[in-house]
């Protein structure tokens, strides 16, 4: 796939998935977190219970098709308020996804960009989720959905195909077209099987706590594994 970057390119990147790659999260626990803020106690307790009966779906969903998965779980936006939503961004964050961000992410990227490659993430997630990350890590790009919204509400559908599987791939390799990157320099990191064909658009593929299917490819073409782990939580 590295054959189709731009032969006058002269520009390294890097790109990171973010859940399950740089956090320890799903799409799953932002949405939970945003619900969470919107009810009273025993709603809440309500709401989680029937809640968790659908996750058995989406489980099952995101081991079948993981792109397919995204779609349907972002229907459950449908309705919301987005003002509402992209004001607790940045509370999402500090409670669900900076606690959740391993260890070794920030050398690895300072690594990166003391080499003088373009740091860019690649992610399912909305966009609005992702920025207060992407602000604090110091990307350089973000490759992220949106959610449409129409009188001022979320329909629930997302502004384009979701960012997943081959459709990662696509988006790294139409991004560095765009952006004159050698991909055959380029990094890419990723922990699950999803995130390959953005991991094969790059001369340079690294899997981080790899899922099962991942690992064996890692392991068969020889790329580096890496092991990152959790910040220590004290009492």
């Known amino acids: 796939m590295t054959s189709d970057a731009p ?8 790109f990171f998935d973010v859940d399950g790659t740089l956090i320890r999260s799903t799409i799953v626990h932002y949405y939970v977190y945003f619900r969470r803020r919107r009810m009273s106690s025993i709603r809440w ?31 459950s936006y449908r309705s919301l308020s987005p003002d509402r939503v992209k004001a607790l961004a940045r509370e999402c964050y500090d409670a669900v996804i900076r606690p959740r961000q391993y260890q070794e992410v920030e050398a690895c990227i300072a690594e990166h960009r003391k080499a003088s490659r373009r740091i860019v993430l690649v ?10 990350l992407a602000e604090d890590l ?34 790294v390799l ?17 922990d699950a099987i999803a995130d390959l064909p953005m991991l094969e ?4 593929p690294h899997a981080v706590n790899p899922d099962k299917a991942l690992g064996a490819v890692a392991k068969a073409r020889g790329w580096p594994v890496h092991h990152w782990s959790l910040p220590v939580v004290r009492a």
């Open 174 to 190: 139409e991004f560095a077209r765009t952006n004159a990157i050698d991909l055959s320099r380029s990094y890419a990191y990723g």
């Open 7 to 14: 032969t006058n390119a002269s520009e390294a990147a890097v």
């Open 123 to 132: 992610t399912g997630s909305i966009d609005f989720i992702i920025k207060p």
């Open 45 to 75: 307790k309500i709401w989680y219970a029937a809640f968790l009966l659908k996750c058995v779906y989406f489980l099952v969903l995101d081991k079948i098709d993981r792109s397919r998965f995204n779609v349907v779980f972002y229907r």
């Open 138 to 171: 110091r990307a350089d790009d973000v490759i992220a959905s949106s959610l449409v919204e129409v009188d001022g509400r979320f329909t629930g559908e997302l502004d384009g195909p979701p960012i997943g599987q081959e459709e990662k791939g696509r988006r």
């Open 201 to 204: 658009a790059v001369g340079l």
